[in-house]
């Protein structure tokens, strides 16, 4: 089946940058876009970016600009998010999902990866 | 940005009943809205895209409708795997925003 399995758990210190792994399987890799949102506690989703799994074209949140990048290894069906000096308010969980190529709609959802940045 | 504004924010409802949440983005985005369920814990599922188009899988008891800024998300009889929290996603425009969510809770 369709799915896509991240990587586990981070803490990290204020300052310091988050690498999560998103790998896909169960359709073919490059036929779709892969989105990473984030989520803080108690809040809605937040779309931070995405990267064109064929081409390798990204987009990103104004608000991210400059501290995140998303990367894939087509080979590995893997697309990556960083982000870089982390703040507190960096604090949630982060989601990987797939989409239609170019769009923003998300049907399917990895599992979430929390992310905690304290000192 | 577009605004995406969801009401109720709580709503209590018991299973048999007829729900309906709205939402309201800020200006036009015609069709391009989707509905989501979140369960504690867990990621968001796709319930309706296209602001009317049911995914696959996902029970007919679900309806979407709307266009332009209006759109409603209706449960024509709840079951008890129904209670969680719902958000509407605008996906014309950067940024994409979601609604702040209802949380649909048993009475």
């Known amino acids: ?119 | 940005d577009i605004q995406m504004t969801q009401s109720p924010s709580t709503l209590s409802a018991s299973v048999g009943d007829r729900v309906t949440i709205t939402c309201r983005a800020s200006q036009s985005i015609n069709k391009w809205l989707a509905w989501y369920q979140q369960k504690p814990g867990k990621a968001p599922k796709l319930l309706v895209y296209d602001a009317s188009t049911l995914e696959t899988g996902v029970p007919s008891r679900f309806s979407g409708s709307g266009s332009g800024t209006d759109f409603t998300l209706t449960i024509s009889s709840l079951q008890p795997d129904d209670f969680a929290t719902y958000y509407c996603q605008q996906y014309q425009t950067y940024s994409f925003a979601f609604g702040q969510g209802t949380n649909l809770d048993i009475k």
């Open chain 1, 1 to 119: 089946q369709v799915q896509l399995v991240q990587s586990g758990a981070e803490v990290k210190k204020p300052g310091a940058s988050v690498k999560v792994s998103c790998k896909a399987s169960g359709y073919t890799f490059f036929s779709y876009t892969i989105h990473w949102l984030r989520q803080a506690p108690g809040q809605r989703p937040e779309w931070m970016g995405w990267i064109n799994t064929d081409n390798g074209n990204t987009r990103y949140s104004q608000k991210f600009q400059g501290r995140l990048t998303i990367t894939k290894d087509t080979g590995a069906s893997t697309a990556y998010m960083e982000l870089d000096s982390l703040i507190s308010e960096d604090t949630a969980v982060y989601y990987c999902s797939r989409g239609p190529v170019d769009t923003a709609l998300n049907d399917v959802w990895g599992q979430g990866t929390m992310v905690n940045v304290s000192s």
